[in-house]
Each structure stands twice: as structure tokens, then as C-alpha cells.
């Protein structure tokens, strides 16, 4: 686990910040008739423009990189997501866009789940309720407490209404690496995990399901989506522990 200095917690509000600039434009984007292939060109344009460099673009295996700018996951995709120009945004859908990158040496990474037009009321709770409680993570990530109090407050919030949890795919450390330790579960730990310390730095991502928690891939190798195609939603931040309250990194 990486403490950051001073000047890396500032590397990292710098990067946090573009980061979530960049989210929020994609996401006032998103419309019906729109493909996920347009939001992804956006994407690599802003990112072009501002001299950051997409932590998703060519991850993962040589033999098949994820070749989006950003994850673009639709109603029942809970993650990772491939953008095409034959996915077109209908009304009524939900689009969770996952947008990290390194600026400065620096990644910056969060997630929104957006609605498309008009949506069911479920869907709409369902996205409240996954904001609810990545807002409930983030205040146990405070120094002294443990990752498991992160784990504890997500999942008390999702087993409130009763929806799934995706145990496959967790919160993470976040720094110089997209990906550092500690991993940072949104069910609870059967032990508390690592404490935490100023200097930490956290991303903290929920996803909840409508429906069961059990996950399938598809043939690309990437997209994983509910198994029973119910609908799934993702929210993230990035967080700085520090020696007081938690500092939100990527907001606006």
C-alpha cells in the first residue's frame, strides 16, 4: 500500500480533478440515438485536447487490449463494456461510463451511471440508491478505520433494498498505477482488511444489480454482464484518506 506524499496527493487531485471534468462532459453527451462509438471518439478528443492519456486504451493482454477510451456498459452490463457504432442509446436505457486516465504521472479514475431520457422508476432507484452508497463508503474512509468499515457501509446499504452485489470486481488502490493495492470490496470482509492512513489513496466503486449477482462474460472477453440480465448500475470516486475527513478526488 502507497501512502502519497504531499506532492503526489496534489499529482492526484490534479489528475482527479480532469478526470471528473472529463466524466461529467461525456456524460451530458449521452442521449437517445447516440452510439457508444461517438461518446468513445468524444472521449479520446478531450483527452487529446488536455494531454491526458486513457488508462483503459490498450489494457489488459496483448492479444486482445480493451480498445475503448472509456468502458461504455448498458443496462445489464455491469462492467467494461466495448464502445460500437452498432450500440445505439435507446430511451429508457442506462449507460454506466467508466472513464480513468493519467495526467501528469497521475491517474485519475470514477464512474457515473447515467439515464438515458426518460427511465422506469426502478432503474432510477436502483442508480440513487448505488450513489447512496458510494456516499456512505467514502465517510468510513477515514484514518484509523479499516477497509472492511468501507466494505461494511456499501453492503449494509444494498442488502437495505435488497440488491445484488457484484463480488467479481472491486474497489482499488489508485495512484502512479491504475490498479494498486489494497482491494477494496463492496461485501463485507470476513476480516477487516488494511488500515487506513493519511496519504492513501482509494477508488471506491459499487455496483448493485436488480436482479441476482451472478455474473457472464461475453465472446470479446471483456464485457461482463448479469447473468439473469437484470439491470446493473456503477458509480465511482476517487478518494484521498487524510488526516481528517476523506477529499474527494474526482469531483467537479
Known sequence: ??????????????AGRLAAEMLHAVAQMVRPG?????????????MLKAGATSASYG?????NPYPGYACFSINDVIVHGIPSKDQILQEGDIISIDLALFYEGFCGD?????CVGEVSSAARH?????????????????????????SAA??????????????EFVGHGVGR??????Q???????????????????AIEPMFTLGDAAIQWDSDGWTVRTKDHSLAAHVEHSILVTENLPEVLTLR
Do not use: F, W
Open 1 to 14: 500500500m502507497i501512502c502519497k506524499t504531499e506532492e503526489d496527493r496534489q499529482g492526484m487531485r490534479n
Open 34 to 46: 447516440i452510439s457508444t462509438a461517438d461518446l468513445n471518439e468524444q472521449t479520446r478528443e478531450l
Open 59 to 63: 489494457y489488459g493482454s496483448a492479444k
Open 110 to 114: 470514477n464512474t457515473v451511471t447515467v
Open 126 to 150: 436502483l442508480i440513487e440508491i448505488t450513489e447512496e452508497a458510494l456516499r456512505a463508503g467514502i465517510q468510513q474512509a477515514v484514518t484509523g478505520q479499516y477497509v472492511g468499515d468501507i
Open 154 to 167: 456499501i453492503a449494509a446499504v444494498a442488502q437495505r433494498e435488497g440488491y445484488g452485489i457484484v463480488r
Open 177 to 182: 498505477e491504475m490498479h494498486e493495492d489494497p
Open 184 to 202: 477494496v470490496p463492496n461485501y463485507v470482509l470476513p476480516q477487516k482488511g488494511a488500515r487506513l492512513c493519511p496519504g492513501m489513496t482509494l
